[in-house]
């Protein structure tokens, strides 16, 4: 089969030949249709994981995928040959990924069944963006009549997160580069911000100087960094980070609220999330398609600040 793999850290992934890998025990092995990709599929190459988790190299990149299953091993009783299904393929320790013909996950905990009417490319980009946005967006225990700040909610998980928060009756403020603002306000955002236009911490405390409820900052990026995005928050504010750039501490120090959180795709998160796109009450846009081929500059393309929604990889398009 072919699959988009990194012989090392810090090497450029390319396309190349592998055997069709075997289900285990517990494990169901999925005929890809489509794969998801997330900024976090490049950072893996980058080392963001080096001495947390064992690496198997080569290693096939990517976590998220749609596809049918053509084999389950001993004992899976989930899922049969034929189902139609997406969610998590990531094994790390295993050189496992989606960017792939074929790909093995286990059949309990990372999948679940597709809708009929939900096409492969759509389901392949919801596992890690709009699990993370309904992670987070619960993490930040913002409810109706609250006002939540998306930081970085231009991208694939802030778009999502819009709409899920909307959905609650809350408040949404949302940062955006001036040519996705009017997009984000038909998501749902009540005010955008334009972050190319000077600190956004600044704007948002000039428009709310009492400070506002809670903030989902997707950008911000090394430890602490989400300090000054804090600032537009009230008293006893919640600030939830998706990059670990939160200092729980120094938030607490500050009487205000600072949450590291990470996504978990669960199935019953992946059903729900589906069915919401499934009914066209979540939209999940899809901004960018490539082949298998060009998946290292799909990546880049997100790394050089070009998506403007979900990027996905077209593995096989003959169903
Ligand atoms: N912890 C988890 O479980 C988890 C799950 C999902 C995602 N994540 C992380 O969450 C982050 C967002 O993911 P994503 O898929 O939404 O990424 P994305 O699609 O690349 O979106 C990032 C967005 O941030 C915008 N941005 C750039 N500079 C900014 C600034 N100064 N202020 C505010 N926004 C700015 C970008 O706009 P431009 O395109 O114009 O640069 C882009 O629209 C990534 O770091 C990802 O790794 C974590």
Redesign the pocket.
């Known amino acids: 089969m072919y699959a988009v793999i990194a012989t090392d850290f810090n090497t450029e992934p390319r396309l190349a030949e592998l055997p069709v890998p075997e289900p285990g025990p517990g494990e169901v092995l999925v005929r890809l249709a489509a794969a998801g990709v ?3 599929d490049s ?1 893996v190459v980058e080392g963001i994981l080096k001495g947390q988790v064992e690496h198997a190299f080569p290693m096939v990149l990517g976590a998220d995928g749609a596809g049918i299953v053509e084999l389950t091993g001993p004992g899976v009783t989930a899922f049969a040959p034929g189902d139609r299904v997406f969610g998590q393929f990531m094994d790390i320790e295993r050189g496992r990924g989606s960017y792939a013909e074929y790909a093995v996950a286990p059949a309990e905990g990372k999948l679940a069944l597709l809708p009929e009417e939900l096409p492969y490319d759509l389901a392949a980009a919801i596992p ?2 709009c ?3 309904h ?2 967006v619960a993490g930040t225990g913002v409810g109706s009549g609250d006002t939540l700040l998306i ?9 999502v997160a819009i709409q899920l928060a909307d959905a609650k009756d809350v408040r949404v403020l949302a ?3 001036p040519d ?1 603002a009017d997009y984000l306000r038909e998501l749902g955002a009540v005010e955008t911000y334009d ?2 236009a000077g600190p ?1 911490s600044r704007q948002v405390r000039a428009a709310h100087p009492d400070g506002i409820d809670a903030v989902l900052d ?2 911000s ?1 090394g430890t602490g960094e989400t300090g000054e995005i804090a600032d537009v928050l009230r008293p006893g504010g919640t600030v939830v980070s ?3 750039a939160v200092d729980p501490e120094a938030m607490a120090a500050r009487g205000l609220r600072g949450l ?5 795709a669960t199935p019953e998160t992946l059903d729900l999330l589906a069915e919401a796109v499934r009914r066209e009450e979540l939209k999940v846009h899809i901004d960018h398609r490539a082949g298998l081929a060009e998946a290292w500059d799909a990546l880049e393309r ?9 990027t996905v990889l077209t593995v096989q398009d003959r169903w």
């Open positions: 997330n900024p976090f950072k890690t963006a699990a993370g946005a992670d987070f930081n970085g909610a231009s991208g694939g998980v802030g778009q940062t955006t580069p996705t972050f190319t956004v997707l950008f990026g998706s990059n670990t590291n959180l990470y996504g978990a997100l790394r050089l600040g070009k998506a403007r929604g979900k």
